[in-house]
């Protein structure tokens, strides 16, 4: 089995619709046309084969593993952190979709990806069997052209080999503290204008406004002269 890794690209977090957090994130696991650092390129269809298997069940899906199961020494490396529920190639690469487990383990990936400013882990990489492909011919090729592959797991990892397959999307809860942080720092309220918004809800504000609340007033004004000052 050999790997290929790739790195995130953007995190989002909102909830289900039912308001649940389902800790679930989409993004590429791999992409096409760019030469990674072993030399590979994967070519357009490359996955196309074992997907339909995998839709067809005669292939099994790739686990959901954690930096590859790491040494593969113990039951806990090569246990999943959660499951792969959609797979597709479109004409960027191999789009996956995948829910993190309500385990000690996913519940950690899950935090990591999501930690601010940044994500602590900022990579996915496929691990894979190569079935076709073609060796390079001169020295300035890719070594190979990857063109039929099957999976065998697709894992967040820390550190990528190809850097343009990304995360594109994290889904989780989207809490009371995230609210107020967003409202301090990118809408420049205090904290007590935040609480504000926070506890009245926006409509119960808009309502308070025009039945005259002059305090409220103050507040939307000062949201308009913060936002109007913001470079656009």
Request: proline letters at 5%.
């Amino acid at each position: 089995m050999q790997s290929l890794t790739c790195n995130l690209l953007e995190l989002k977090f909102a909830p289900d619709e039912a308001g649940a957090s389902t800790m679930s994130f989409s993004g590429y696991g791999a992409v096409f046309g760019n030469v990674d650092a072993g030399g590979d390129l994967i070519e357009p269809g490359a996955f196309s084969k074992f997907l339909a298997d995998v839709k067809a069940g005669s292939q099994s899906w790739p686990a959901m593993l954690s930096q590859h199961g790491g040494w593969q020494m113990s039951a806990e490396d090569m246990t999943p952190i959660g499951v792969w529920t959609d797979l597709a190639e479109d004409g960027h690469g191999l789009k996956v979709e995948g829910q993190l487990a309500d385990t000690p383990r996913g519940r950690e990936m899950y935090t990591l990806m999501k930690m601010s400013p940044r994500p602590a882990i900022d990579g996915m990489s496929i691990g894979y069997i190569a079935k076709e492909w073609e060796p390079r011919t001169n020295a300035d090729e890719p070594r190979r052209r990857l063109k039929r592959i099957d999976l065998i797991e697709i894992s967040p990892v820390t550190r990528p080999m190809n850097g343009k397959a990304r995360v594109s999307s994290v889904k989780g809860d989207f809490t009371e503290r995230d609210f107020e942080r967003l409202l301090t720092r990118d809408a420049g309220l205090s904290r007590s204008e935040a609480q504000i918004v926070i506890n009245q809800g926006f409509k119960s504000l808009i309502a308070m406004r025009d039945a005259g609340s002059s305090e409220l007033a103050d507040l939307f004004e000062a949201v308009k002269r913060r936002d109007a000052a913001i470079p656009r």
